[in-house]
């Protein structure tokens, strides 16, 4: 394992800065070839089929379902470096990453939390591609990447801030090379390409040098590639070959429309036509994930510009706390992805090959119960901020339209003072 690059939160992993060893040149292209369209499925079944927007097929893996290993002419390369310490972190990562969301699930369901995502079937694609990164790349992130927050060193703690509402999110996102998560869809693949558009112009791109070349990720969903924003961030990217990674996670739901509702073709065979390499990757698969990830941030370093990478994975739980998927999808949906679990799939491959004994597997559940002791702990210590307090920190100085929005609010709470004594909880 290497020394961490960031600044580390309880329960934070070690970020690896070394990228992948002796990489390859990078090629452009990658397994994002099109497909024939099938028939439409209908909304909610798991269509058999080998090309679209759900097939299978052509995805880059280097571990099976099962958890062999596959080699891979083009991938195994950026995973050759890898040390059987490096693999159990990532299961860690992907056991803790787990814990929060069942913490987090249970405090929204105790009314400690407003609301809450789950990341539950995308660890993998997170972990995977959040170990590829180096310090001193910057993530911008939706609202469920807690995987890649807990890599990046964040407390995921502060993450529940958000979804408790006590804050707008708190963590720095300098210091982390993570930015605040975002709700609005899509709107941060606007804001990752800009960033990466201002990285190169400061100069740090394709200068050789390996703690200052700097790549710019952003995290989205399926459902996000059918805004503007997204396609307009593939353009802006594309014309100015700025060194960003499009990060799509195509967890094959948005809230309850199935990706065949907004797609006919893979959609990673979207980026070519934007002159932007794309590559399918398994999603489950956190080695994989970790390789093509490698790959891209080594292109966009390089100054050889972006890629668009589709790792195709599935949401296991609900949209928010506030979805119910029975209302919509299969169980036997549900149980297909369940036997693709990520985390199996890492536990079976290092298992086999005897690194991960029974005792390591109970320190890590050990350590994941002390971390589940450390969220809950710290969401019931975080109070209940009197609500006109969101109008504070909006801008870094006085704003007429914050002010009036206060006022107005302040006016409308203490209309109901008669009956909550003006008290919050
Ligand atoms: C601009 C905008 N439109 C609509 C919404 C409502 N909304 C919240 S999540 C979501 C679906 C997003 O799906 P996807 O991009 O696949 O991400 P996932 O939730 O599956 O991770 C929508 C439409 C929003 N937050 N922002
Ligand atoms: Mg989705």
């Known amino acids: 394992m290497t020394e961490p690059g960031l600044p580390t939160a309880p329960w934070s992993p070690a970020v690896t800065p070394g990228g992948p060893a002796a990489a390859p040149t990078p090629t452009s292209g990658g397994g994002a070839a099109a497909h024939s ?19 299978e097929d052509g995805l880059v893996q280097l ?31 992907m056991v803790l990453t787990r814990r929060f969301d069942t913490e987090a699930t249970a405090l929204q369901r105790q009314g400690e939390l407003a609301l809450f995502a ?37 407390d995921l703690t502060e993450v529940l801030r958000l979804f408790r509402g006590v804050d707008h999110g708190g963590w720095d996102p300098v210091a982390h090379g993570f930015h605040l998560y975002t709700l609005v869809i899509g709107s941060h693949a606007l804001h ?30 399926d459902g996000a590639t059918s805004q503007g924003d997204v396609n307009e961030a ?15 996670q195509n967890n094959q739901w948005a809230i309850s429309e199935p990706t065949t509702r907004q797609a006919s073709a893979p959609i990673a065979a979207r ?37 668009f990478v589709e790792a195709f994975t599935y949401r296991m739980g609900a949209h928010t706390t506030s979805d119910d998927p029975s209302r919509y999808r299969s ?9 693709r679990d990520p985390i199996d799939r890492l536990r079976a491959y290092l298992t086999a090959r005897g690194v991960l004994s029974d ?21 019931r210590g975080m109070g209940h901020p009197a609500p006109a307090s969101m109008f504070e920190h909006v801008y870094a100085t006085p704003h007429a339209g914050v002010e009036a929005d206060r006022a107005w609010f302040e006016q409308y709470e203490s209309s109901f003072l008669d009956t909550r004594e003006g008290s919050h909880r």
């Open 192 to 221: 990752a390409t800009g960033y990466a558009m201002g990285v190169q112009r400061d100069g740090l791109v394709g200068t050789g040098d390996d703690e200052r070349d700097t790549a710019v990720v952003a995290y989205f969903g």
């Open 359 to 379: 005792e390591l597997v109970a320190k890590v559940q050990a350590e994941a119960d002390a971390f589940g002791e450390h969220v809950r702990t710290a969401v």
């Open 331 to 339: 169980a036997e949906q549900e149980q297909y992805w369940r036997d």
């Open 118 to 154: 789950q990341a539950l079937g995308q660890e993998a694609a997170q972990v995977g591609s959040g170990r590829a990164l180096r310090a001193q790349d910057h993530v911008f992130p939706s609202y469920r990447e807690h995987g890649v927050a807990l890599v990046r060193g964040v």
């Open 234 to 248: 593939l353009v802006f990217a594309s014309v100015n070959r700025a060194p960003v990674v499009l990060f799509c």
């Open 63 to 93: 571990l099976t379902p099962p958890g062999e290993r596959v080699s891979h002419p083009e991938y195994d390369a950026y995973v050759a470096h890898l040390t059987d310490d490096d693999l159990v972190d990532m299961y860690r990562d």
């Open 271 to 307: 980026a070519p036509g934007y002159g932007i390499p794309a590559v399918r990757v398994d999603g489950n698969d956190v080695l994989a994930s970790y390789a093509v990830t490698a790959q891209a941030l080594e292109r966009a370093r390089t100054g050889g510009g972006p890629t």
């Open 37 to 55: 369209t099938p028939d439409a499925p209908a909304p909610g079944v798991l269509p058999a089929v080998e090309g679209g927007p759900l097939g």
